[in-house]
């Protein structure tokens, strides 16, 4: 029996909702397996909790967290109570900073049944690899004079460890999809770190002969994942280029509900991260109608980073079908509810 131990941090507004469902969904699945079994820890870590204990988790909460297999998290925000800088940066930010978590994934998928914005969507399936500790985020820089004459200056930070690392990655899973990365670049106006990133991009391509690339400046890439998205398998990007793309990935998907993210620890030493890419909804929480889809395509990707991509696979299959059948919450034009979404998933999974 293999088991996985889970660090679940439900969070704020519909992290509280979505959370549950997706578990009860990943008990199901391990009881179909059968060899296998998730164990669960719940961090009631939220803003109610700041307000009791002035932070966000206790002062060893990373500790608490670290050997745990994996994060689960839902989503952390709640301004009537804490402010977002605090929460954001006391949970979230903290998390995958402490525990390394250097690359973000987020794929994009045209499912049938979800209205996309894009006129005439053709099948797309992609996935963004973002570079997630470096770049462009950097604190880099300063500011001198003031007034007219007031000069700002803001370094990027390209490291060879940091640029092949997210690179490497693509390049690996791109094997396992469909042999094709996409480098998203702007070598042609970034003058010291684009190039440099084209030369990691070349290097690393080499040992990967059987995967087929390609270099798009970042400003075309962004038209092309509006135009004709269905032609990127996986696109690697640094870190801003990387946030623009997967905003856009998430759009044309028709609702953020149903998008998924990763944080991912790549030398093994901290638990990575998984979490949807929507908020704390605070608009629509309690009512039971948060789209639950988003946390459990996150749920599918905390099974693939586990290596239990066959499993992975039989949920993204039912969502598509529950999708196309019309079990939408009001977000992707339905009325169903959160419960009826996920009892329809766990239903068809049975
Ligand atoms: P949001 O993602 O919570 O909501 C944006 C809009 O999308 C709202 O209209 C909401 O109802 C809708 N929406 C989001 N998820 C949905 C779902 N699963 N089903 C149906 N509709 C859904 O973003 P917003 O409103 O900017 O932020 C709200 C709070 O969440 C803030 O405190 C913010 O800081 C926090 N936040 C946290 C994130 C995280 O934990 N990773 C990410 C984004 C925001
Ligand atoms: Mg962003």
């Known amino acids: 029996m293999k088991v996985f131990n889970i660090a679940s941090i439900p969070g704020d507004g519909i992290g509280k909702e979505v959370v549950p469902a997706a578990k009860h969904v990943l008990e199901v699945l391990a009881e179909i397996h059968g060899g296998l079994r998730f164990e669960f820890t719940d961090f009631p870590w939220d ?21 745990y297999d994996a994060i689960f998290l839902g989503a952390v925000g709640n301004k009537k109570l804490v402010p ?7 949970l979230l930010i903290k ?6 978590q250097v690359i973000n994934l987020r794929p994009a998928k045209m499912f049938h049944g979800v209205k996309s914005p894009l006129a005439n969507p053709k099948d797309f399936d992609l996935i963004v690899v973002r570079e997630n500790s470096e770049g462009e985020y950097s ?35 791109a094997k396992k999809r469909n042999r094709h990365v996409t480098s998203a670049t702007k070598s042609n106006g970034i003058y010291h770190s684009m190039p ?20 798009q400046h970042i400003d075309a890439l962004a038209a092309f994942f509006v135009t004709r998205p269905e032609q990127f ?91 196309k059948d019309g079990f939408l919450t009001p977000d992707v034009g339905g009325q169903s509810t959160t419960k009826e979404v996920t009892d329809e998933v766990i239903a068809r999974l049975q």
């Not at 500011?143 to 690179?167: L, P």
Request: proline share 4%; net charge negative; hydrophobic share 40%.
């Open 95 to 100: 998390i995958r900073r402490e525990f390394e």
């Open 139 to 173: 604190s880099i820089g300063g500011r001198i004079y003031q007034g007219e004459d007031e000069i700002a200056i803001q370094n990027g930070v390209f490291s060879r460890k940091g640029t092949e690392r997210a690179i490497r990655f693509a390049f690996e899973l």
């Open 233 to 323: 398998d996986v696109i690697v990007g640094s870190n801003l280029f990387g946030d623009i793309l997967t905003d856009i990935g998430a759009a044309i998907m028709g609702s953020v509900g149903i998008a998924p993210a990763a944080n991912i620890n790549v030398n093994g030493k901290y638990p990575s991260m998984f979490e949807p890419v929507h908020g704390s909804a605070p608009d629509i929480v309690g009512q039971g109608i948060a789209n639950p889809i988003g946390q459990i395509w996150t749920a599918k990707m905390m099974l693939d980073h586990f290596g239990e991509e066959e499993l992975g696979e039989v949920l993204l299959d039912v969502v598509e079908s529950v999708l």
């Open 196 to 215: 440099f990133w084209d030369e990691v991009f070349e290097d690393v391509a080499k040992d990967y002969p059987n995967v087929k690339t390609e270099s």
């Open 84 to 90: 977002d800088h605090i929460s954001l940066w006391g």
């Open 47 to 67: 803003c109610h909790y700041y307000l009791e204990n002035g932070s966000m988790m206790p002062e060893d909460g990373l500790e608490t967290l670290k050997p």
